[in-house]
């Protein structure tokens, strides 16, 4: 069973930096398109950004771009989120998932992923 351990939230004023971190085991990691998604109070689940864990494509929703940076280790079995120049909107459950490499997808679907971490809070306030 894959499994997936976020970690790095916290609170940070607006304009500060964060990065999360996503360790995946009990599977082989490069079969896997990983992702981030966050949930804001009151609203649904929205993907951030996802990475072909093989060939490095990334993707991102375009309310993050040029401030949300998604990189790997493949050696770590990890999935780093580097997010700079936050904003109070940018408050929100993070969560990383994972799905099958195999799949063709164009965008971040919630219902297209199977693993999912226990998700860790990030807070942007001042």
């Known amino acids: 069973q894959l499994q997936l351990v976020e970690s790095g939230g916290g609170s940070v004023q607006p304009g500060g930096s964060l990065r999360l971190s996503c360790v995946v085991s009990g599977g082989v990691y490069s079969s896997y398109y990983m992702a981030w998604f966050r949930q804001k109070p009151g609203k649904e689940r929205e993907g951030v950004a996802g990475?072909?864990?093989?060939?490095?494509?990334?993707y991102y929703t375009s309310s993050v771009k040029g401030r949300f940076t998604i990189s790997q280790d493949n050696a770590k079995n990890t999935v780093y989120l580097q997010m700079d120049s936050l904003k109070s909107e940018d408050t929100a459950m993070y969560s990383c998932a994972a799905r099958s490499a195999a799949m063709v997808v164009a965008g971040l679907f919630e219902q297209d992923y199977a693993y999912w971490g226990q998700g860790t809070q990030v807070t942007v306030s001042s």
């Open positions: 990475i072909d864990t093989s060939g490095g494509r990334t």
